[in-house]
């Protein structure tokens, strides 16, 4: 995010006049009103705000926000962004972007833009599936997946989204789901974050992969299997009769009951999203045996790129002149004199 | 360079008086040959010679000892006439080593100088360059004049006082090599002096060291020219236009005219680069001038590196991206995504041998069709070809201007030659060149409403900065509608863009063609661009002086070309197309113009030489003429893939 006047606007503000053209029941709905919603509680200046894509169903998204938008190539809108922030720093980027696109095609970018730590909001919609070329699995595919390019079944093992992200450097990593009326406090705190903030967002591919979240997001029995985690808060679910435990002998995470709410007894860890080996742990922890670790999972600034960037040509620069004149007459010269040679 | 166009019927010089002498050194490329070429041109470029220089590396930074593809040759040619080539075959040869003097020996003029280093003619460096016997005594040196002595024992005796050891005593070598040099050609040993000063500032002992071999060196010259082969030759500076004067290579005058484009146009310049041989020199000559308003960006890819580019572009600064062949192939795609979104864009090619990986050190101008068709669908961009390193100034400022004035990006072609090669500058003065600050598009263009893509009468749609109240809109890589820029694929509005972007770039203003050297009609005109440049030159301007009706055009714009071309080429009989490639832009002007264009190729990695191209051109008279003899064959070994091909 950037630090600008807010300005006050409405839902209605952010709408274009553009025909959606996702999907009926698709899950970028949901997203789009998600982030809708969430802008004016920012305070955001539409002319100040560039929503940057790739390609996929998901980068159709900046056609869709009355703000500037980038809709570019296939797997680059990191590259892009980190140009539009080098060139402009006070613009607030949004970068949208999906599991083909951020993680097959544009991985390298993804893990440079994390790396350097670019400020700007990247929505990673994951629906583990190609949409938009009809159907083919896709590197955050389940193994086994079939498809029309799998027709027997995915083999390879399934990149993991946060896991990457954060491997790469990242110093925010948030998650949260389409339908999820948690969205927009993940989406806040990641506009709040000073950096690349990395959020993965579960999307339902209503056509080629449907309802393949419903083991977590699915309204009933989601108490049961969310994990919401919130700074300085004990990391509590199914209604605080379970929590996350360290398990000290094997240095891994595991569940443990909480007895009459007692989840101090039960030495449940209190969330600090400074913490990195505990994000560590969080981005790697298995669904199934565990809960989906949902909301902040990690969040701890750092300077950002492009402000070393101005800092370093500000430094480098002071006391130079930028005389074009002089710099053309850099080096060893000399000087012709009608014509007789006179070196100098 | 050409600071003072001479008499086109002047003669070639005769070899007691020269008018120009052709220089090479050739060591292991741990030897610094590219640091004494680079001093020595600076000496040559001091006493007022007009000259160019070739340098010639191997790909392998640091390749074994002694090898013969280890081999680093410097070449310089300098004369006291206008000099447009780094000159055909040395008159000196300076070899270090046994490697050295095989990989150029054949290179050299028949009569002419080779110095060599016994010290390095030992039992396992002969093997290494595949000698059976020692080529300094076996008699196989006979037609060349040849003066062999031990330098690397020289040098150690003259850095013994300094206290160095064995190895670094020997680093001085190039030194000494140098100063002999400077003797032969009666230069000033002050500036090198100042200079080694300045770069061993940190250890003046070596400094010490270095200067004491430069001048043993050059005090051997006044002892040996007594007895045997050495001896001094004075060239006449060149009658040259008055003003301040340097030398620059042409990865240098893309840096400084990339800088002085952007000024002109009143924009911050963003230059988003990744590592290539030989571009990579750009980036760092960029790297360093952050406070003329350069942001440099080394990308993670070639693809991130435009991609940032066309960000910069898109955020309202000039966004430049730079590569060599293979590079420009991955950054494709993008250059689509500039064409459709309609930003200014300056990519810079340094051209190399291709395909593939191909020879990234050597030079080629085979990557033409790719500047010119190589995007998917319709995606006209226009394309300038430098011709020299001073040329290349000029070009990148030009590039700048169409890329922001019509909205496009703008391919820019050097080639590795021109990126390492040195030659004479008469400094411009920022003064004198016109200004033409931007302007971004502040409210809506069309009363209530905001069209992103209404054109102006150049055809370019207006440059809006995300930032500015009021403007909010999308643009994108599908295609869009024309005027508002929504999406849209319907059939009439897609051929109306494409149509919109081909004569946006086919009308751009570009000077009419001139024709450098000739009659603007006749037997024969010989068509060059890029860095072909020189060698053209020359071999025309001695085939005018034998007589024969040949004129040479040289074309900066390959697309859109210069309007008047067409009626221009078919103003002659015969067209001829050198290219270092196998006949590219002889293929673009066949299909603009229905001109028989005859193709002249070759693809060694090596620039042209004069004397193939005067014997191309002399073939061509003869056979077009039905004449008997006068006719010069080709050397084969020296030109492995020219052929002059006949109507």
Redesign the interface.
């Known amino acids: 995010m950037n630090d600008m006047t807010p300005i006050e606007t409405t839902l209605k503000d952010w709408e274009t006049d553009q025909e959606v053209r996702w999907c009926p029941g698709c899950g970028d709905y949901a997203i789009l009103k998600a982030v809708q919603r969430t802008l004016p509680q920012l305070g955001a200046d539409p002319a100040k705000t560039v929503f940057i894509s790739g390609i996929g169903c998901s980068s159709r998204f900046p056609y869709y926000i009355e703000s500037y938008g980038f809709h570019t190539i296939h797997g680059r809108a990191p590259a892009v962004a980190t140009g539009v922030k080098l060139a402009n720093p006070d613009l607030d980027v949004w970068l949208v972007t999906g599991d083909g696109d951020g993680l097959s095609i544009g991985g390298n970018h993804l893990m440079h833009v994390l790396r350097r730590n670019v400020n700007m909001q990247i929505m990673l919609f994951n629906n583990e599936i190609y949409g938009l070329t009809k159907g083919q699995y896709s590197p955050t595919s389940r193994e086994g997946t079939q498809s029309p390019s799998t027709p027997y079944g995915s083999i390879d093992h399934p990149a993991r989204p946060a896991a990457f992200a954060l491997g790469s450097g990242a110093r925010f990593v948030g998650r949260g789901f389409d339908v999820s009326k948690k969205l927009p406090d993940v989406l806040k705190a990641a506009h709040a974050h000073q950096g690349a903030a990395f959020v993965e967002i579960f999307q339902n591919c209503i056509v080629y992969n449907k309802d393949v979240f419903d083991a977590f997001a699915a309204p009933k029995g989601a108490e049961d299997r969310q994990l919401w985690l919130e700074h300085g808060e004990p990391m509590l679910f199914a209604g605080g009769t379970q929590g996350i435990a360290l398990d000290r002998a094997k240095l891994q995470l595991k569940v443990v009951d909480v007895v009459d709410g007692d989840w101090q007894a039960a030495d449940v860890i209190v969330h600090d999203t400074t913490n990195r080996s505990i994000a560590h742990m969080l981005v790697e922890m298995p669904f199934g045996p565990f809960p989906m670790a949902l909301g902040v999972l990690y969040d701890d600034p750092r300077p950002t790129f492009e402000a070393a960037v101005m800092e370093e040509k500000a430094r480098v620069s002071e006391g130079k002149e930028a005389n074009l004149a002089k710099l053309l007459a850099k080096g060893q010269t000399w000087t012709v004199d009608g014509t007789a040679q006179d070196p100098v | 360079m050409a600071t003072h166009a001479l008499d086109s019927t002047q003669t070639a010089p005769a070899s007691d008086n020269p008018e120009a002498v052709v220089v090479r050194f050739a060591g292991d490329s741990g030897d610094g040959m590219q640091l004494t070429g680079g001093q020595f041109t ?1 000496s040559t ?4 010679n007009d000259l160019a220089t070739f340098p010639d590396f191997p790909a392998e930074i640091r390749a074994p000892q002694g090898t013969l593809f280890g081999v680093s040759a410097f070449q310089i040619n300098f004369g006291s006439r206008e000099i447009n080539t780094a000159g055909d075959a040395p008159d000196v040869l300076v070899a270090m080593n046994p490697a050295a003097l095989k990989t150029n020996l054949d290179a050299v003029k028949p009569g002419g100088l080779i110095i060599a280093d016994t010290g390095e003619f030992t039992k396992r460096n002969l093997d290494k360059a595949k000698y059976d016997a020692n080529p300094l005594e076996d008699g196989s040196l006979a037609k060349w004049d040849v003066l062999a002595f031990d330098i690397s024992a020289q040098t150690i005796e003259a850095v013994k006082p300094f206290g160095l050891g064995n190895k670094d005593a020997l680093r001085c070598k190039n030194m000494w090599t140098l100063g002999l040099a400077m003797w032969m050609f009666g230069r000033p040993r002050k ?1 090198i002096h100042d200079w080694l000063r300045q770069k061993f500032a940190k250890a003046p002992e070596l400094a010490e060291a270095n200067i004491a071999a430069l001048d043993a060196g050059h005090a051997y010259g006044e002892t040996a020219e007594l007895s045997g082969p050495l001896k001094q030759l004075h060239l006449d ?1 060149v ?9 620059i290579t042409g990865a240098e005058a893309v840096a ?1 005219g990339l ?2 484009g952007a ?1 002109l146009l009143e924009l ?1 310049l ?1 230059f ?1 680069g990744y590592p290539i041989t030989p571009a990579s020199a750009i980036l760092h000559h960029l790297a360093r ?5 350069v ?1 440099t ?1 080394q ?3 070639e ?3 435009i ?11 000039l ?1 430049v991206t730079s590569s060599s062949g293979p590079g420009i192939a991955l950054k494709g ?2 250059m ?2 500039a064409i459709m ?1 309609e930003l200014p864009l300056v990519i810079v090619n340094s051209q190399r041998g291709g395909p593939s990986t191909g020879l990234p050190t050597k030079t080629e101008q085979s990557d033409l069709y790719q500047a010119v068709y190589g995007r998917n669908g319709d995606a006209p961009m226009p394309v300038i070809a430098a011709r020299s390193p001073a040329d290349v100034f000029e070009c990148a400022i030009e590039a700048c201007r169409i890329a922001v004035q019509y909205m496009t990006p703008v391919m820019l072609l050097t080639d590795g030659y021109i990126a390492n090669a040195a030659e004479p500058w008469k ?5 004198t060149f016109e200004r033409a600050p931007v302007r971004f598009l502040e409210q809506k263009n069309a009363g209530d409403e905001l069209l992103p893509y209404k054109r102006d009468p150049k055809g370019a749609r207006p440059w809006i ?14 295609e869009k509608a024309v005027d508002t820029g ?2 849209d694929y319907s059939p009439g509005n897609h051929q109306a863009m494409t149509d919109a972007r081909k004569n946006k770039v086919e009308d751009i203003e570009i000077a009419d063609q001139d024709v450098c050297l000739g009659d603007t009609s006749g037997k024969l005109v010989v068509v060059g661009w890029g860095s072909t440049f020189g060698p053209i030159h020359q071999a025309v301007r001695r085939s005018r002086a034998k007589g024969l009706d040949v004129s040479h055009v040289h074309v900066r714009h390959i697309w859109p070309m210069p309007g008047n071309l067409g009626d221009l080429l078919r103003g002659f009989d015969n067209v001829l197309v050198p290219e270092m490639n196998t006949g590219q832009f002889k293929t673009v002007l066949r299909d603009q113009y229905l001109v028989d264009a005859q193709p002249l190729t070759k693809t060694s990695g090596q620039p042209f030489q004069i004397a193939e191209l005067e014997a191309a051109i002399a073939k061509y008279f003869d056979d077009i003429e039905g004449n008997e003899g006068g006719e010069i064959e080709p050397n084969e070994q020296q030109l492995p893939s020219v052929k002059a091909v006949n109507p």
Do not use: N, W
């Open positions: 600076l470029a001091l006493a007022g500036p500076p009658p040259t236009e008055p003003g301040l004067y340097r030398t400084l800088v002085a000024q911050p963003f988003g001038l952050k406070e003329f308003g942001t960006f990308a993670e890819d693809i991130a590196a991609c940032s580019a066309i960000g910069a572009s898109y955020a309202g600064q966004g795609e993008a689509g995504l979104t400094v411009p003065d920022p003064a900065k995300p930032g500015t109240p009021g403007l909010m809109h999308r643009i994108g890589g599908i929504h999406i």
